[in-house]
């Protein structure tokens, strides 16, 4: 079951959600069933191999780190989450008590260059030459860490 943030982050909530989903089923009609352990497990595994598979093809720093975040909730703590792009750093703050070091280190710096990658592609309008050597140079860095942060969640970097 693919769970929202929020969700995986307060189990409170999960709980709360899960009531008020049954409630609302209940009123139109609808029976839900809860997934067997076997079918969780052939879903997430599923799920796992296409994204995956998605990433290792994947060249724009900015997607990959979406298809990364939840392989890495998946390597991290068996659960697959499904991360809009506003809540990658909640999610990144949430995983790091359970990775190492470096390797937090690196989904964090790749981070915070897509984000100022994208902060700089939203000012490219504005045709100055200095942003475009920064550009370059954030863009570089990126090529750089984006084989790191493939083979850190498992998929061969050498596409």
């Known amino acids: 079951m693919m769970l929202c943030c929020r969700c995986c982050c307060f189990p409170v909530v999960i709980q709360e959600f899960m009531s008020q989903l049954e409630a609302a089923a209940t009123e139109c009609s609808i029976r839900l069933r809860r997934l067997d352990k076997k079918s969780e497990k052939a ?3 599923a799920q796992k191999a296409r994204l995956m598979q998605l990433l290792q093809a994947e060249q724009s720093p900015a997607t990959a780190l979406a298809l990364a975040l939840p392989l890495l909730t998946v390597k991290v703590g068996n659960k697959l989450l499904n991360v ?3 809540a990658i ?3 990144l703050a949430a995983l790091q008590p359970s990775m190492q070091e470096e390797d937090y280190a690196v989904v964090q710096q790749f981070h915070q260059l897509v984000v100022e990658s994208l902060k700089m592609q939203s ?3 504005q045709d100055a030459s200095d942003e475009h050597e920064q550009a370059a140079d ?3 860095q ?3 860490l984006l084989p790191k942060l493939k083979t850190l969640v ?3 970097a050498g596409t």
Request: charged share 20%; aromatic share 0%; net charge neutral.
């Open 43 to 45: 879903l997430l595994t």
């Open 84 to 86: 809009p792009g506003r």
């Open 89 to 91: 750093a909640g999610v």
């Open 123 to 125: 000012k490219q309008q």
């Open 138 to 140: 954030v863009e570089g």
């Open 142 to 144: 990126l090529g750089l």
């Open 154 to 156: 498992g998929v061969e």
